[in-house]
């Protein structure tokens, strides 16, 4: 949730300024929070891997199971979300497990096991969600492209 530093006013939703007093809004959402939490870990884990000389199971098993993990958890931020943010935590978590193990697939010739489940938690956790939230998930669409 958006704050706006000078009414103290949490504001839902995607707005860029405070409707009463048009100031820039402060804060992120949830899914913001948790993306850079990982993404952060991640590349905090890769440094030490390198330094320490373990990077083949960092890449390997690691990093896919820790994006498995923020694709849940923006599963269920997505779930019970009231503030209109649910399209956010599903591309969020769509584009995190797919498109790294599309890039590990070309780059390899074999796809890792951990890389697979991630790809397929994402897929099916979007699914999931579409399903369960699909009138929700279907207006955020037509609000967001204008459809």
């Known amino acids: 949730m958006r704050r706006c530093p000078y009414c103290k006013v949490g504001i839902a939703g995607d707005l860029v300024k405070c409707p009463l007093c048009q100031s820039k809004l402060t804060g992120t959402g949830s899914a913001g929070k948790v993306t850079m939490l990982v ?23 690691v990093i896919p199971s820790a994006l498995a ?35 590990c697939c070309f780059v390899r010739s074999k796809m890792p096991l951990a890389w697979a ?4 938690v994402s897929v ?21 492209f204008h459809v």
Do not use: H
């Open 124 to 144: 099916v956790l979007f699914a999931g969600a579409v399903i369960f939230r699909g009138r929700a998930v279907a207006a955020e669409l037509r609000r967001r």
């Open 117 to 120: 489940v991630c790809l397929m």
């Open 69 to 103: 993990a923020m694709i849940t958890a923006n599963f269920v931020l997505a779930l019970i979300d009231q503030n209109g943010n649910t399209m956010a935590y599903l591309l969020s978590g769509l584009f995190l497990g797919v498109v790294p193990s599309v890039i």
């Open 39 to 61: 993404l952060l870990t991640i590349a905090g884990w890769c440094v030490t891997a390198y330094f320490f000389g373990f990077m083949k199971i960092t890449v390997d098993l």
